[in-house]
Structure formats: C-alpha cells, structure tokens
C-alpha cells in the first residue's frame, strides 16, 4: 500500500493490484497444523477453489494417492510441505521395521512421497491396551519445526519435523531402543526414522490406562500443550483400573514437563474411554479449556497463565450432558440399547461465548441414542440447568464434532445422517439420509461441506440452508478420518489410501 502512495503512475497500479490479488490467493489457501481452527475446534476451514466434484475411477481431480494400509483411522495434518498421518505397517515401507507397528508417516506434499516415519512397537501382554493392526490414530500438531503427537503406547512425543537426515536433535537421544520391539536386537535408527526431541510417558507419569487405542488431538497454546489422557477400562469393560488418574493434563512444550492436571476424579465414571481432545475460547477476558469427559460432562478449566508447574486445574463450570444417565454401578448397563451412561468422543467447539457439543451412548457398548448441546459458555459452576441454550436429538450414537459456519451447524451421527442446524435455535434446516453409517466429522470449506461414511461413500454439499448435494461418489474402503483441506488441495483419508483431490483447469 505504501508503494501506492508513492507513486500513481498505471505501471506502479499494476503491480499493486498483482501484490494484492497474490496476497488475497495466499490467503485464501494454508497450511492445517492442527485438527480443526486453532484454539476453537471448528471443523471450518479459510480455503478456496477446491472441488466440488471428483471420481477416483477415472481420476477425475486426482492429484495422487498414497497406500496407508489397511487399518487406518486418523486424519492428515498438513504443515511446512509436509503431510503428517498415521498409519499401521502392513506396507512395510522399510526392510528393517517387520511385523506390527503403529506408524506416523511424514510425506512430501506435493507428490505425496515418503520423507520419514516414526515406528512405534505395539504395547505388549494385552491385545487391548493397543489393537492389533490399528495404525496409529491420533492427529499430530506442528509449530514451526516441531510435531506434537500422541503414539500407540501413549507416549506424548516432540519430533523434529526434518526428521534424522539432519542429525539426531534434543535431549532424547535413544531412538533405536524406542523403534525396538521388547525382546529383539537393539535396532540402529537411520535416515528414514523420526527425530525424536523428547518423550513424555503417560502411563509411567500419571498412571492413565489405555483402552483398545489412544486418541487425542493435542491444543496448542503459547508454550503449554493440552490434551485428553484416554484413560479407559480393562478389557473386562467393566472395570476401571486407574480411577483416579487425570483425565485432562497440560504440559510443558519445550520440555515436555507435566505443568498441571485436572482433579475432577473422572476416571471412575468412565464408561469406556476418554477419547474428546480439549478446545478453547476466551470468555470475558479469560481464556477457557473446554473438555469432553468420558463420563458424558463437558468441563472448562481456566488456561495456565505460565509455564511454571502449578497445582490442579482450576474448573470454572461442569455441563452434565445426560443428567438422568446412570451414575452408579454403570457397568451394569453394558450393551444395554435403551438405557446406559452416556460419554463424548467429537471435539467441543467454541462459537460466540457457546460450546456446542455431541454426547450420548457408547457407539460399541451403550445406548443409541445422542444429543448436540449448545452450552453458554459464560457462567460458572454446575450450569448443567442454567447453561443449557438448546438441545438437538440425533437419530443414534455420534463420534462427530461440529462444523460451525454463517450461523449453520453441521453435525453427523452413526445413524447414516447428516444434519445442519440453526446455531442460535438449534432449529434443523435439513437432514440428509446417506446410506452409511458416518464417524468421521464434517468439514467444511470454500462454501462447501464434506464428509465420509464407513461404506466408502464421500458427500459434498453446499453449505447453505437449502440441501444441494454437489457429489456423491465411491473411494476404495470405509471413512472415518475427517478430510483436510490445506493450500487449495483436499486430503480424504480413507481406511486403506490417501487421496490428494485438487480442482484441475479444464
């Protein structure tokens, strides 16, 4: 702008008018470091001119794809022209690494080539500690040079983004022994292997115990890192093992320190696991950590001022999202259609001094039934009453975090639904039957919506208040990661492949 002052002639005009549509262009299209917006959690993406339309058959917007094997759960993320996901080991994409492993790869963005991979062993003596052949699941997230990422053996780990081909970084320096399945020959680390900065262990530091896999999408904010611990019960599912380990805990970025944990003495009451990863707002000059416990109560804790280790987390206010749940002997509800306890697995979403959030009945082992609440996010104390803003009944389970966008909200349930709401009324403008049951949450960019189904359909709608279906088309196995869009391409994610889907000129 400065140069347009300075000079009016048509030629310096010209050349400000190709800065600024540059500069709008560049906008318009980003990098994705972390599972939805940062802080807030919206499944609402700033991109533009992506496809409304695609087909895997013909190729038709098929930038490439990428084999991730044949167990995969978890959603890219996209940072530094690099993609970041997790995947299991079937391909064995080294001669080195054999047999079961949980897997992070780190590929190239524009071709999708492998750059490195973190290679974890699978926990050992209970197959439901960790799942056979389920790929590693959680989403990582980036700043800068560093990955933030929850591992298969509930390992919180800082990486270096470059990997080992520029030398082993940080004070972890033991990285052939973390690759090296329990029992075997020290294993030697090489170019290909993740750069492992430090490692936190949250089994040894704060006695969590993991149910079946772990999952969490780690917040980010300043030097502190939030995320859920997955505490969960034995492979009994009626017993809670840890009931009194955290369920929220916060750390030390740069150091990977435990800096503080909550005190709600959720485990207990955990249902079956805790799998909602925190979210964040600022509320009347504060910022708030919005969590989902696995004893279906959204919790906001205040946010720690500093990085100094302080005591528990100081809780503002508790939302019950199913107040007339079971809240006794609740294992003694298992596999009960009707009546159960309820939890939450989708991310709460902050939206103009509300949380919207899903809850209801376990997807494998409770009741099928599941709301969207809309909470105000204002007050303080037991607001489980006073704080309810509105309540949406969903047609059964829902794993699903919402997507707010131009006063819209778009949720979808197990039930084979999507939906889109009014935000401030919770009023449905419509639903659509897909014919699948959905997991993966909606995304929604370049005013579209996408979303995936576990019987290898992908949907594209506009996101508008009338129903318009822009694509219905078939990918080669079940959705249930959420799609990414970053830097004018769409990542889709399937069980077995990676699709790069970009809008090609005529």
């Known amino acids: 702008m400065n140069m347009l002052k300075r000079n009016n002639s048509p030629k ?52 490439w794809t ?83 990422v929850l591992t298969n053996r509930a390992e919180v780990l800082c990486l270096d983004l470059k990997g080992l081909a520029d030398g082993n970084d940080g004070p972890y320096q033991d990285e052939g022994r973390h690759m090296t399945p329990r029992g075997e020959e020290l294993m030697k680390p090489g170019k290909l292997d993740a750069d492992i900065i430090w490692l936190f262990d949250m089994r040894k530091e704060v006695g969590m115990y993991p149910h079946d896999e772990v999952f969490s999408s780690i917040l980010l904010d300043g030097d502190v890192l939030y995320l859920n611990t997955c505490n969960g019960v034995d492979r009994s599912h009626v017993k809670n093992p840890a009931p009194k380990a955290p369920s929220l805990i916060a750390l030390n970025k740069k150091t990977g320190r435990l800096l503080s944990r909550d005190n709600e003495l959720i485990g207990g009451m955990v249902f079956h696991a805790t799998w909602s990863s925190p979210a964040m707002g ?73 949380v919207y959030v899903t809850a209801g009945g376990d997807i494998w082992w409770g009741k099928r039934k599941s ?29 699903s975090t919402p997507a707010i966008y131009d006063g819209m909200v778009f949720i979808t349930d197990c039930g084979q639904t999507v939906h889109c709401l009014d935000a401030e009324t919770g009023k449905p403008y419509w639903t659509h039957e897909t014919g699948g049951e959905i997991w993966a949450s909606p995304v929604v960019a370049d005013g579209k919506v996408y979303v995936g189904t576990r019987r290898k359909d992908f949907w594209i709608f506009s996101a508008s208040r009338e ?34 889907i970009e809008k090609k000129g005529k």
């Not at 105000?376 to 059964?396: H, M």
């Open 467 to 500: 129903k318009k279906v822009l694509c219905n088309t078939e990918l080669d196995a079940p959705v249930h990661g959420a799609v990414t869009p970053a830097n004018g391409v769409l990542y889709i994610p399937t069980m077995e492949t990676l699709y790069a």
């Open 66 to 148: 990428v084999k991730l094997g044949r167990q995969n759960y978890a959603t890219p993320i996209v940072s530094g022209g690099k993609i970041l996901i997790g995947a299991n080991n079937e391909l064995e994409r080294d001669p080195r690494h054999k047999g079961d492993r949980g897997v992070l790869l780190c590929l190239n963005e524009t071709d999708g080539t492998l750059c490195w991979q973190l290679v974890v062993p699978k926990l050992e003596d209970d197959e439901y500690l960790d799942w056979p052949l389920v790929g590693m699941v959680s989403p990582p997230t980036v700043e800068g040079d560093r990955v933030y």
């Open 282 to 354: 600022e509320i009347g000059g504060r910022d708030l950590v919005f969590f989902g416990g696995g004893d279906g109560v959204c919790y906001a804790f205040e946010a720690l001022q500093s990085v100094a280790p302080a005591g528990f987390l100081k809780r503002v206010w508790r939302f019950d999202c199913d107040p007339t749940a079971p809240k006794e002997n609740i294992h003694d509800y298992q596999n009960n259609p009707k009546v159960s306890p309820s939890n939450i697995k989708g991310m709460p979403v902050y939206y103009k001094n509300r």
């Open 12 to 63: 310096a005009w010209g050349l400000g008018l190709i800065c600024l549509s540059l500069m709008v262009c560049a906008a318009a299209a980003d990098d994705q470091p972390q599972w939805g917006q940062k802080h807030t959690r919206n499944m609402v993406y700033e991109e533009a001119n992506l496809p409304e339309s695609f087909d895997v058959k013909s190729g038709k917007n098929v930038k």
């Open 371 to 399: 709301w969207l609440k809309c909470i105000d996010a204002t007050k303080s104390g037991d607001i489980t009453e006073s704080g309810l803003v509105w309540s949406y009944e969903l047609n059964s389970h829902s794993c």
